[in-house]
């Protein structure tokens, strides 16, 4: 193929159906985050000063704690998707890169267990 | 300039360019994109805290709700509207919509009076129902 792949390079800018892809999941989770972003502020704003047993009661809610946990997820998804542009925009020197990357990626599926861990958890804890 | 093909002005010259209001506002929309991975990664840790339990919520919930840890959820507030708003005039573009000067330059009033209304109703909200 005509854009084909460099061997082991990350990022996106280098290939060329993988960089429509890139652009069109960007969209995708920027269009998500329009809904997502004024359900959950709303709820965070009432909650953010309460003590402990109301947020939790709030968050144990199943649609709170479904709104709050997509948000959370895919801000971190399109954090990364969006981080991705702007190191491969000033991140040059290849190596340096990568490693960037990499590490921007394990960083996210880290958080992303740490996040899917404290919801399953606020949902079954017992008051 | 064409003897040193090494050491060519490159443009813009960020040195000698007057800022304007798009080129500001087109700069903020990345600043407040990584910004704002901070104020997750707070919001990440304040559900995280929760799920340990009481003990370690009302800890974190004292930091965050400390003066400085208000004016930095106040701070994220702002970028994520202002990212919002940004954002949503990006995806018109996207779709083809608001090009033009005119409208560019029209559309970026419209994204910062939008911006500080929804900082305004959000800061409304959260004391009217505290
Ligand atoms: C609230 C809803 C949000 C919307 C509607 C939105 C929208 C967008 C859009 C459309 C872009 C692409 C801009 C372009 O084409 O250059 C973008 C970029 C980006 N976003 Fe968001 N975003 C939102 C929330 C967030 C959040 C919560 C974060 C951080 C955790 C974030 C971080 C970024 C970053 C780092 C970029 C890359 C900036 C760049 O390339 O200059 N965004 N956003």
Same mark, same amino acid.
């Given at each position: 193929?005509?854009?084909?792949?460099?061997?082991?390079?990350?990022?996106?800018?280098?290939?060329?159906?993988?960089?429509?892809?890139?652009?069109?999941? #960007?969209?995708?989770?920027?269009? /998500?985050?329009?809904? +997502?972003? !004024? %359900?959950?502020?709303?709820?965070?704003? *009432?909650?953010?000063?309460?003590?402990?047993?109301?947020?939790?009661?709030?968050? #144990?809610?199943?649609?709170?704690? /479904?709104?709050?946990? +997509?948000? !959370? %997820?895919?801000?971190?998804?399109?954090? *990364?998707?969006?981080?991705e542009v702007v190191i491969e925009d000033y991140v040059?020197?290849?190596?340096?890169?990568?490693?960037?990357?990499?590490?921007?990626? !394990?960083?996210?599926?880290?958080l992303v267990i740490v996040v899917i861990f404290s919801?399953?958890?606020?949902?079954?804890?017992?008051? | 300039?064409?003897?040193?093909?090494?050491?060519?002005?490159?443009?813009?010259?960020?040195?000698?360019?007057?800022?304007?209001?798009?080129?500001?506002?087109?700069?903020?929309?990345?600043?407040?994109?990584?910004?704002?991975?901070?104020?997750?990664?707070?919001?990440?840790?304040?559900?995280?805290?929760?799920?340990?339990?009481?003990?370690?919520?009302?800890?974190?919930?004292?930091?965050?709700?400390?003066?400085?840890?208000?004016?930095?959820?106040?701070?994220?507030?702002?970028?994520?509207?202002?990212?919002?708003?940004?954002?949503?005039?990006?995806?018109?573009?996207?779709?083809?919509?608001?090009?033009?000067?005119?409208?560019?330059?029209?559309?970026?009033?419209?994204?910062?009076?939008?911006?500080?209304?929804?900082?305004i109703l959000t800061l409304l909200i959260g004391v009217?129902?505290?």
């Amino acid at each position: 193929m005509m854009f084909g792949s460099v061997k082991g390079l990350r990022g996106q800018s280098h290939k060329g159906v993988e960089s429509t892809n890139h652009w069109i999941s #960007q969209r995708f989770t920027s269009i /998500l985050l329009v809904p +997502l972003s !004024i %359900l959950f502020v709303v709820n965070f704003v *009432r909650v953010f000063d309460k003590p402990f047993i109301e947020v939790l009661k709030t968050f #144990q809610h199943p649609v709170n704690n /479904l709104v709050a946990l +997509l948000f !959370i %997820l895919i801000s971190l998804w399109h954090y *990364r998707q969006g981080i991705e542009v702007v190191i491969e925009d000033y991140v040059h020197d290849l190596r340096i890169r990568n490693l960037t990357l990499r590490l921007i990626g !394990i960083m996210c599926w880290f958080l992303v267990i740490v996040v899917i861990f404290s919801f399953v958890s606020i949902y079954r804890m017992e008051i | 300039m064409t003897q040193d093909p090494q050491n060519r002005p490159l443009s813009p010259h960020l040195t000698i360019y007057r800022p304007q209001l798009n080129s500001v506002l087109s700069i903020m929309h990345r600043i407040t994109g990584i910004v704002l991975f901070f104020g997750l990664l707070l919001l990440i840790f304040w559900f995280f805290s929760m799920s340990v339990g009481q003990a370690s919520f009302d800890l974190f919930s004292g930091l965050i709700n400390s003066l400085i840890g208000r004016l930095i959820l106040l701070g994220s507030l702002c970028a994520l509207w202002y990212h919002f708003f940004s954002g949503v005039r990006h995806l018109f573009w996207d779709v083809g919509i608001g090009f033009g000067l005119e409208w560019v330059q029209r559309s970026s009033y419209a994204v910062l009076l939008a911006t500080i209304s929804l900082i305004i109703l959000t800061l409304l909200i959260g004391v009217f129902t505290g």
